[in-house]
Every structure is written in structure tokens, then in C-alpha cells.
């Protein structure tokens, strides 16, 4: 068996040598920011042509729908685009069919239906429960 002495180095001034570093130099003229801002009109998702239905165009299919207006969801000022969810158990399992979810809830709809606020596609109508608008 070896001593550790033989594994000692021969050269007492020896020091590992510096690993290269594989990253760009800082000096490129790609601008760096300093804070992260969200921008005031996210760009939606894209979506595959003719697959994906979006949750506004959706609704807009139930209203113009007599089988599910005014039983679903209603009309509370068309002209304005105000309306109103009048069973959210019916309206999450008809977006749980367009979803292939069958254990779709209103919570897991209103999420879906939030990402919508910031592209201005929908809003909240202030104290009303369950009242939208469309942007």
C-alpha cells in the first residue's frame, strides 16, 4: 500500500488549475433589466387553428344558445355585454365537456375564466355576484 505522501505534490508552489468558464462575456450588448414588470397586454396563448376554443368564445356560444340562455347563463345587458351565471354547476360540467374534464368545478372554471381579466377580454362586474362583462 501507498503512502499519502507519495501522492503529494512534487512542487510546493503547485495550485489546481482554473476551471475554463464556457460563459459569454459580460461585455455583450444584450440589455439587462433591472426589474421585472408585467406588461400591461399580455399576448394570449396560441392556439392550435380550429382546435382550441377560447373560454370568451365559449360563453358567447352558450348565450347565443336557447338551450342553455336563460337556463345557464343569461343576458343582463347584451349591448353592454353584462351577463350573468345563473347555475355554475351546469355551466362547469358544459366546460368540463369542452375540456375533456369530467371533474370540472366552477372553481377550476373561474380560474380559466380569470386568465381572460388580463387581456382584457373580461372583467368582473363590481358587486354583483357571479356577473361578468366582456371587454
Do not use: H
Not at 354583483?128 to 371587454?135: A, E, V
Amino acid at each position: 500500500m501507498e503512502s499519502d505522501e507519495e501522492w503529494a505534490p512534487m512542487d510546493e508552489e503547485w495550485s489546481p488549475t482554473p476551471l475554463k468558464c464556457f460563459r459569454k462575456d459580460q461585455t455583450s450588448t444584450r440589455k439587462i433589466m433591472d426589474r421585472k414588470t408585467p406588461t400591461l397586454r399580455p399576448v394570449p396563448q396560441k392556439r392550435t387553428p380550429g382546435k382550441k376554443l377560447k373560454i370568451t368564445q365559449w360563453i358567447v356560444e352558450l348565450l347565443r344558445d336557447p338551450k342553455f340562455n336563460p337556463r345557464v347563463i343569461t343576458w343582463m345587458d347584451e349591448t353592454q355585454g353584462i351577463f350573468l351565471i345563473k347555475d355554475t354547476v351546469a355551466y362547469a360540467k358544459l366546460w368540463g365537456k369542452v375540456k375533456q374534464n369530467t371533474n370540472m368545478t366552477y372553481e377550476k372554471l373561474s380560474r380559466a375564466m380569470r386568465y381572460s381579466y388580463k387581456n382584457d377580454e373580461l372583467m368582473m362586474v363590481l358587486d354583483q355576484r357571479l356577473t361578468y362583462k366582456f371587454g
